[in-house]
C-alpha cells in the first residue's frame, strides 16, 4: 500500500493552501492561522551563508535579510518564496521571504516584503508559472505619506511611479 502522506501531490497541495491562506490574508488583512514559517529552511539559510563566507566578517555579520524596497528598480528574477506571519500590528499580517536573482550581476539574495500589492503579484507569479519573467520593485508616495510598493516588468522598470506619469498602475 502506498504512503499518501507525503510526495508531490501532498507537497503541492500543502503549497497550494498556503497559496490560499495568503490571499485570504492579503485580501482581509486579518491574521490566518496556518501560514507557518519554516524554520529548519531559515536555519538552513543562515548556516549555508556562514558556510559560505569567505571573509571573517562574513562569517561572523549578523545574518538578517535585506528589504525588497532597499533594491528598488533592479532587474530580478523572482525564485522561490515562503510566507511568514508578520510581528507587525499594522499592514498585513505575513511577508515573504523571497529568493531573487539580480540580473545585472547574476547574484542570489534573499529579501522580505511585506507590502500587500506585491504579495498578491507574487501569488499571480506563481499562480501562473510567471517567475521567468523579470520584475522590479517601483514605488510611489501616497497624499498621506505612505510609500505604495509594485513590481512592474523589469524592462520598463521605473524607480518611482513619478517616472510611469499618469499611466502608473497603482
Do not use: C
Amino acid at each position: 500500500m502506498a504512503d499518501d502522506t507525503s510526495g508531490p501531490g501532498r507537497e503541492l497541495e500543502a503549497r497550494n493552501r498556503q497559496i490560499e491562506l495568503a490571499a485570504k490574508a492579503i485580501l482581509d488583512g486579518e491574521d490566518v492561522d496556518g501560514i507557518r514559517s519554516d524554520p529548519e529552511a531559515a536555519t538552513r539559510m543562515i548556516l549555508e551563508r556562514i558556510l559560505n563566507a569567505e571573509t571573517f566578517e562574513d562569517a561572523f555579520a549578523p545574518q538578517t535579510l535585506t528589504p525588497w524596497r532597499e533594491l528598488m528598480g533592479v532587474p530580478v528574477k523572482v525564485g522561490d518564496f515562503r510566507f511568514n506571519r508578520s510581528g507587525f500590528t499594522a499592514g498585513s499580517p505575513i511577508y515573504a521571504v523571497v529568493d531573487l536573482t539580480l540580473l545585472d550581476s547574476g547574484e542570489l539574495t534573499t529579501v522580505t516584503v511585506g507590502g500587500r500589492n506585491v504579495l498578491a503579484q507574487l501569488l499571480v507569479m506563481l499562480k501562473h508559472g510567471w517567475q521567468d519573467n523579470p520584475v522590479a520593485m517601483a514605488s510611489k508616495q501616497t497624499g498621506e505619506g505612505y510609500d505604495v510598493l509594485w513590481l512592474v516588468p523589469a524592462g520598463e522598470a521605473p524607480k518611482t511611479a513619478d517616472d510611469f506619469g499618469e499611466d502608473a498602475p497603482f
